[in-house]
């Protein structure tokens, strides 16, 4: 681990400029009473650094910006998929949650997990529908349910 600590501080303290200079320099470019405002504007349109490009009259880093944006939540998303399709297979191969989780492929992939992780990531899209505090409600009760059921046994 200590060969690591050279490159993670080179990249703490590069990370840290990088963002330092950013806001910087957006600063620099949006004045404080800017008739643009960030309150003016909505989604990625009222991002700083967005601003602070179309001011300087650069028409194409705003839609690099907005790329960037989408392939970095995406990745996000993507290990976190990861992570939790890992661990309820790791668990369910223990023996503490459903067995059926535990089940994987040819090639070792965790089929049913998988598919529970994406149909618990797919009620983000509930947001469209009215009937959304309904659905979260009884993701809330979940656990209560289960300690209830506990406490009976």
């Not at 040819?106 to 505090?133: E, K, Q, W």
Request: hydrophobic share 50%; charged share 10%; with cysteine.
């Amino acid at each position: 681990m200590s060969s690591y600590k050279p490159y993670l501080l080179r990249l703490t303290i590069s990370l840290q400029a990088f963002y330092i200079l950013g806001i910087l320099c957006v600063g620099i470019l949006i004045a404080y009473n800017d008739a643009d405002g960030i309150t003016n504007r909505t989604g990625v349109g009222a991002l700083s650094f967005v601003i602070g490009m179309q001011h300087l009259g650069i028409k194409v880093l705003p839609h690099i910006i907005n790329a960037v944006i989408i392939t970095s939540t995406t990745l996000c998303g993507d290990s976190f998929v990861f992570i939790a399709v890992r661990s309820i297979h790791a668990l369910a191969v223990q023996g503490q949650v459903l067995k059926f989780l535990g089940y994987t492929m040819r090639h070792d992939v965790p089929l049913a997990a998988l598919i529970f992780v994406l149909g618990i990531c797919s009620t983000s899209y509930m947001t469209i529908n009215c009937c959304t505090a309904v659905v979260f409600g009884w993701f809330k009760e979940l656990p209560e349910t289960q300690i209830q059921n506990f406490a009976y046994k």
